[in-house]
């Protein structure tokens, strides 16, 4: 009986460090992926927004180097609480605080900005664009990876807009919603993982 005991504790220690390993993995892929996309180069100032753990984060602060800086945002307190565990070991990541439709960066700050599976939760789209718009220089670029709606998943809060259509958020609603805000699509990747997908948008500019 202990035997069991021991061989099943053993299983669920495998299994859930294969799923943390196959996670970060993801996070790598996607870094690999959205580097030449987005132009990341050591000295580029960056924004993971709606960063979560701060997976994505962590990619994008080894990818800009020492003399870059990485905006890590959220609007979870305990998230925040973790973010900034984190940054106190990596010099280039500032964590700020998210508002519900803002992203609370500085004016024209970032070279580009990355939203990983956030977007569908943003509740007030128009402002949320303007204020990514805002946050990004001239020139600025920004990645949305999302998933189509997913009836099988659970519902999102009841604040977010109707038209999305269940837990996730179509591909070409969010093309039109951030080209209304002002931005011009670059990109679509049609190869990425996990039924995701991903749109890269420019501000206007130099």
């Known amino acids: 009986m202990m035997r069991k005991r021991h061989l099943a504790v053993a299983l669920i220690a495998t299994v859930l460090t294969f799923a943390a390993c196959h996670g ?3 996070y790598q892929k996607d870094a690999e992926r959205l580097a030449p996309l987005l132009n990341w180069q050591a000295g580029s100032v960056v924004a993971d927004v709606g960063a979560g753990d701060g997976e994505m984060t962590l990619e994008m602060s080894n990818r800009v180097g020492p003399t ?3 905006y890590s945002t959220e609007i979870d307190d305990g998230k925040l609480a973790r973010l900034q565990e984190m940054a106190a070991q990596h010099p280039n990541v500032t964590v700020m605080k998210a508002a519900v439709d803002a ?3 500085p004016a024209a700050c970032c070279d580009s900005i990355v939203m990983r599976r956030v977007y569908h939760h943003i509740e007030h789209p128009a402002k949320f664009d303007a204020s990514l718009f805002a946050s990004l220089k001239p020139g600025g670029r920004l990645a949305i990876i999302d998933f189509p709606p997913r009836n099988s998943l659970p519902k999102v809060h009841e604040d977010v807009p109707k038209n999305r259509g269940g837990h996730g958020v179509a591909k070409q609603l969010v093309i039109e ?3 209304a805000a002002g ?12 039924s995701d997908y991903c749109v890269v948008f420019r501000k206007p500019g130099e």
Request: net charge negative.
């Open 177 to 179: 919603e951030l080209t």
């Open 24 to 26: 970060q993995d993801t």
């Open 68 to 70: 870059g800086q990485v």
């Open 103 to 105: 992203t609370n960066l």
């Open 183 to 194: 931005f011009e699509m670059v990109a679509t990747p049609d190869d990425w993982p996990d």
